[in-house]
């Protein structure tokens, strides 16, 4: 969101979980959006108060119900509030974290000490986009060091701000092809691997599975939602090497058995899984015939 733009806004609190904001900010985007943050069980949206109509809520509304079929204009609180130095305001709420064994996330006006092997990410954070304080992204950060090879080359689907990739980059990987189907999260994932000094080991891709060139990587990163990891699970094949690894994440604890017998109906075999409260990552080998 601009700072500069010294008007007012209107902030929509969206009783839709913060951990779909991944899967629907695009659309949200779409209609003229500036802004997103995760709050617990809400998603806060911003939009211009002089672009704000009813025309436009309607559209809303219609995009949320693809998501929350039942939800309703009545459902969403909404407020106008005055200009605010939103840079300023991240700086007062995001402050560095870690992610066991060795991880910590930063926001790039922090510079935390380290001790041992502790691997820094930094991150430019915006509205829309992943911190890394979402148990999906944890779950991912936690388990990727425990999978990619040193000169391997990874694939990160989804990449949001592009953290994962930067994780893969700075723990061996020789390369990283990194791809999302929104401009503004390429935008930032660009910023922030600059950030990290990785740019020559990671590649960014505006788009999706089918606009990546078929070659072949040592372990695939896929943080997304039950239905693209369903729709995606005989895609995966193509490029991965024969020793290669799946981590898939963005997935609820009940839906473990509907993303499992599905992967490993379809040749997947089953290696691994972490939890971090309602939320679980699988670890899969391919035990089919790699082309």
């Known amino acids: 969101m601009s700072n500069t733009d010294k008007q007012a806004w209107v902030r929509l609190l969206i009783p839709i979980s913060s951990g779909m904001i991944e899967k629907i900010s695009g659309e949200i985007f779409a209609l003229g959006a500036e802004g997103l943050e995760e709050e617990s069980e809400h998603i806060v949206a911003y939009f211009k108060d002089d672009i704000w109509n009813q025309a436009l ?10 998501f929350v079929p039942m939800i309703g204009i009545n459902d969403i609180k909404k407020q106008t509030v005055g200009w605010e130095n939103w840079n300023e305001n991240w700086k007062q709420n995001f402050a560095s974290f870690r992610v066991p064994p ?3 996330v930063a926001p790039e006006w922090e510079n935390p000490k380290l001790a041992g092997n502790e691997i820094v990410i930094k991150i430019s954070p915006k509205m829309a986009f992943g911190t890394g304080h979402h148990e999906t992204t944890q779950l991912i950060l936690s388990l990727l060091p425990v999978y990619v090879l040193s000169e391997s080359a990874v ?24 791809f999302d189907n929104d401009p503004v999260a390429i ?6 691997v600059d950030l990290n000094g990785v740019k020559q080991q990671v590649r960014l891709i505006r788009g999706s599975l089918e606009d990546i060139p078929v070659q072949k990587f040592n372990l695939i990163l896929a943080n997304i939602n039950r239905n693209v990891l369903l729709d995606l699970r005989d895609k995966w094949p193509d490029y ?8 898939l994440s963005g997935i609820l604890d009940q839906d ?3 993303i499992r017998d599905a992967y490993e109906n379809d040749n997947w075999q089953y290696i691994d899984k972490k939890q971090q409260g309602e939320w679980i990552a ?6 089919g015939v790699i082309k």
Do not use: M, R, W
């Open 187 to 192: 935008e930032n994932a660009l910023e922030n």
């Open 57 to 66: 809520e309607d559209q809303l509304i219609q995009c949320l119900k693809h």
């Open 240 to 247: 991965i090497t024969p020793d290669g690894k799946l981590i």
């Open 282 to 287: 699988l670890v899969f080998s391919y035990k």
């Open 102 to 104: 060795n991880i910590i």
């Open 256 to 258: 473990e058995k509907v």
């Open 155 to 178: 694939l990160d689907a989804g990449t949001g701000s592009g953290i994962l990739a930067i994780l893969a980059a700075k723990s061996g990987a020789q390369k990283v092809v990194a």
